[in-house]
Antibody, heavy 122, light 107 residues
Framework: QIQLVQSGAEVKRPGASVKVSCRAS????????IHWVRQAPGQGLEWVGF????????SYAQMFQGRLTLTRDTSTSTVYMELTSLTSDDTATYYC???????????????WGQGTMVTVSS | DIQMTQSPSSLSASVGDRVTVSCRAS??????LNWYQQKPGKVPKLLIY???SLQSGVPSRFSGSGSGTDFTLTISSLQLEDFATYYC?????????FGQGTKLDIK
């Protein structure tokens, strides 16, 4: 079946970096953009960025410019999110999500990963 | 960025009630509006896309309407499993933006 499987929970010190993976299966990986969305404890959903798995073009939310890198490995159908210079404000569950329509950057998110909790604490 | 504003922020209702949640965009987004349901500790689930299209597998008691700047999610007859938080999201342009959420709980 179509699914996105993310890597496990992370605990990081302030100033460190984290790299979260999202492995896709059950569909043509390069046809569907992957977005990242985060949710701080008890808060709403916040868009982080997206990557086009076919050509690797990316777009990042303004607040993460300079700290965020999205990459992909087509040989393993995996997308990676790396966030640097972590602060306590980055403590959140990070979700990868697939868009519903092929070759569309902007669309509804129909398939979600299970989420990866990133905790930033000294 | 396009701002999405939901109302109400919270809502108490009973099983069997008809419930509506509103979402307003800060500019016209045509019908590029999606609705998600999220239960505590769970992953968001797509309910409605393109303002009024029901995602596969979602019960028909859920419906969506609207275009331009004003949208509505309606649950025709609340079931126990519907008590959750609901989010709207615009996919008209990057960055996609979400409403702040509407928490629906049992009266």
């Amino acid at each position: 079946q179509i699914q996105l499987v993310q890597s496990g929970a992370e605990v990081k010190r302030p100033g460190a970096s984290v790299k979260v993976s999202c492995r896709a299966s059950g569909y043509s990986f390069t046809f569907y953009y992957i977005h990242w969305v985060r949710q701080a404890p008890g808060q709403g959903l916040e868009w982080v960025g997206f990557i086009d798995p076919s050509g690797a073009s990316t777009s990042y939310a303004q607040m993460f410019q300079g700290r965020l890198t999205l990459t992909r490995d087509t040989s393993t159908s995996t997308v990676y999110m790396e966030l640097t210079s972590l602060t306590s404000d980055d403590t959140a569950t990070y979700y990868c999500a697939r868009v519903r329509g092929p070759l569309l950057a902007d669309d509804a998110f129909d398939i979600w990963g299970q989420g990866t909790m990133v905790t930033v604490s000294s | 960025d396009i701002q999405m504003t939901q109302s109400p922020s919270s809502l108490s209702a009973s099983v069997g009630d008809r419930v509506t949640v509103s979402c307003r965009a800060s500019q016209s987004i045509s019908n590029y509006l999606n609705w998600y349901q999220q239960k505590p500790g769970k992953v968001p689930k797509l309910l409605i896309y393109a303002a009024s299209s029901l995602q596969s597998g979602v019960p028909s008691r859920f419906s969506g309407s609207g275009s331009g700047t004003d949208f509505t999610l309606t649950i025709s007859s609340l079931q126990l499993e519907d008590f959750a938080t609901y989010y709207c999201q615009q996919s008209y342009t990057t960055p996609p933006t979400f409403g702040q959420g509407t928490k629906l709980d049992i009266k």
